[in-house]
C-alpha cells in the first residue's frame, strides 16, 4: 500500500484487502519517531459523538450488534469527556473482531464516548479501497489529540498493513494510540514479517492482546509494560428452553476442525437419536456434506447464531488454531457445556473445570468428550453453570470493560509524556 506523507492531504493510494506488503506502513512509520515540534497543527473541528440507545445496551438483549444510535456534533473545546476513535470494521461482518468492535459500540463507557472510523467491510476492489482512503482522511481531520485515543483493530495479514498504516499516521499527529491484536496466529505471523510488525506495535502506546502467546511476541518488539492481555468481553444472553442441541459456530474449515466433528458425529448420531448438530457458518473448505441427525445451515447472522445458542446444551469447536475465540465465550455466556481443543487461549478460558479440552485432531477424544456431555446430564448441568460463572466474573462487560478503558486512559497518559 502507497500512501500520501502524514502531513499531506493529497490524493492516497490504497489497494484491495488481500496487501500484506510492508510498504504500507513505510511513509507514516518513518515519522514515528518524530520530535514533537514535527507534528503539524491540528484542525480543531466538531466532533461526531456516538450514544448509544438504550436498546443497544440492554443487558438482555442477545446480540452485540448496536441498535439504534443518536449522533450529536459538539464543538471538540466544549467536550468535556475523552473519545476513542476504533479503526477496522464493526456491524454484520464475519469475524470475532467486528463482534469486539460491535460491543465497545454499544457500551457506555464511565469516561469515553466511541466513534468508529471504517477501514474495511469484508468488500474488495475498488470499494475496499475508498473505504481505506476515507479512513486515511478521517485520520487526517481528527482533532483534540490531548482528549483522544485512536484504537487500530489488527489482524495477520493486509490488515495489519493497512490499519497499521492508520495507527501510525494517528502517532505521527501526536494522537494517543493503542494496537488491538486480533486474529489466531499472530506468533506466526510477528516471526516470518517482524520488520511490519515491529514498525506497526512501535506506533502503539499500549498494545492489547488475547492470549499469553500473543503477548510474548508482542513484547519482542515494544517494552513488556506496555502489552495488555484484555480478553474479550460478550453481551449477555436470554435464557430460553433448553433443546437437545450441539451447536458449531464458525467458519466451516479444516483449520476449525470441522472434518473431525463431521466424522465424529456420524458414529455419535445412530446411539442418539433425540439429539442433532447444528453448524452454523460460512462454507470455507469444507464441504456441506449429509449429516444423520445434523444439518450445515450456513453463515447465520451474529443474532441468530446468539438464539440458536441460547437453546442449545452444548457447544463445540474442535479448531486446530485460534486465538481466543468469541463463539467460546458466547456459548458461556448462553449456559452451554463448551468441548473445545487446546489451542490458543482456549485452555485458559476453560480452566478450573469451565468446559472440557481435547487435542485438536483427536477425533477419539471428541467422541469420548461429546458421548459424556450428551449422556451425563448432571455433569452436563454442572459444566453449563461453570461456564456461565466464569463469564460473569472475566468475561461479562462489566468484568472486562473497565481493563480496557484503563488501557485507553494509560494510552493518554503515556502520550502526555511522549509529547513532553
Known amino acids: 500500500m502507497s500512501l500520501a506523507e502524514a502531513g499531506d492531504t493529497g490524493p492516497i493510494n490504497t489497494v484491495s484487502n488481500d496487501v500484506e506488503s510492508d ?10 519517531d518524530s520530535e514533537p515540534g514535527d507534528i503539524e497543527p491540528i ?57 469486539v ?26 470499494r475496499a479501497a475508498g473505504l481505506a482512503a476515507s479512513a486515511f482522511w478521517k485520520v487526517l481531520r481528527l482533532s483534540t489529540p490531548e482528549r483522544t485515543v485512536v484504537i487500530a483493530h489488527l489482524s495477520q495479514g493486509g490488515s495489519f498493513a493497512r490499519e497499521g498504516a492508520l495507527l501510525a499516521l494517528a502517532h505521527a499527529r501526536g494522537f494517543a494510540t493503542v494496537a488491538q491484536l486480533h486474529g ?17 506495535l512501535r506506533a502503539a502506546d499500549v498494545v492489547l492482546t488475547l492470549s499469553a502467546e500473543s503477548k510474548a511476541a508482542a513484547a519482542e518488539f515494544v517494552p513488556l509494560e506496555r502489552v495488555v492481555l484484555v480478553p474479550n468481553a460478550v453481551a449477555d444472553g436470554v435464557r430460553r428452553e433448553i433443546e437437545p442441541l450441539v451447536v458449531f459456530g464458525g467458519a466451516v474449515s479444516t483449520r476449525k476442525g470441522v472434518d473431525v466433528l463431521v466424522a465424529v458425529w456420524q458414529r455419535i448420531a445412530p446411539q442418539h437419536p433425540f439429539w442433532k448438530l447444528v453448524i452454523a457458518g ?56 463448551v468441548v473445545a481443543t487446546r ?10 473445570g469451565v468446559g472440557m479440552i481435547v487435542e485438536p485432531g483427536d477425533a477419539d477424544s471428541l467422541e469420548a468428550a461429546l458421548r459424556h456431555a450428551i449422556t451425563d446430564a448432571a455433569w452436563r448441568a454442572k459444566k453449563a453453570d461453570l461456564a456461565r460463572s466464569a463469564f460473569e466474573t472475566t468475561y461479562s462487560a462489566a468484568a472486562v470493560f473497565p481493563l480496557v478503558e484503563r488501557s485507553w486512559q494509560a494510552a493518554l497518559d503515556r502520550r502526555a509524556e511522549r509529547v513532553l
Open 23 to 32: 510498504d504500507a506502513v513505510v511513509v507514516a512509520a518513518e515519522s514515528i
Open 43 to 99: 484542525e480543531t473541528e466538531p466532533i461526531a459523538i456516538v450514544h448509544p440507545s438504550p436498546a443497544a445496551v440492554s443487558a438482555t438483549s442477545s446480540t452485540s450488534i448496536p441498535g439504534p444510535t443518536r449522533v450529536s456534533f459538539v464543538p471538540a473545546a466544549q467536550s468535556e469527556r475523552l473519545l476513542a476513535v476504533h479503526i477496522g470494521r464493526s456491524g454484520e461482518v464475519a469475524g470475532g473482531m467486528s463482534q
Open 101 to 126: 468492535v460491535n460491543g465497545y459500540l454499544a457500551h457506555s463507557f464511565a469516561d469515553f464516548d466511541l466513534r468508529m472510523v471504517s477501514s474495511r467491510d469484508g468488500s474488495g476492489g475498488v
Open 184 to 200: 489466531s496466529s499472530f506468533a506466526d505471523f510477528a516471526e516470518k514479517r517482524p520488520g511490519l510488525v515491529g514498525r506497526v
Open 282 to 337: 460460512p462454507i470455507v473448505d469444507q464441504p456441506a456434506v449429509p449429516l444423520t441427525r445434523g444439518e450445515f445451515v450456513g453463515a447465520l447472522s451474529h443474532e441468530a447464531l446468539m438464539k440458536l445458542l441460547e437453546r442449545s446444551a452444548i457447544a463445540v469447536l474442535p479448531s486446530r488454531d485460534e486465538a481466543m475465540p468469541m463463539f467460546i465465550l458466547e456459548a458461556m455466556a448462553r449456559r452451554n457445556c
Open 343 to 352: 489451542v490458543g487461549g482456549v485452555p485458559a478460558v476453560l480452566a478450573n
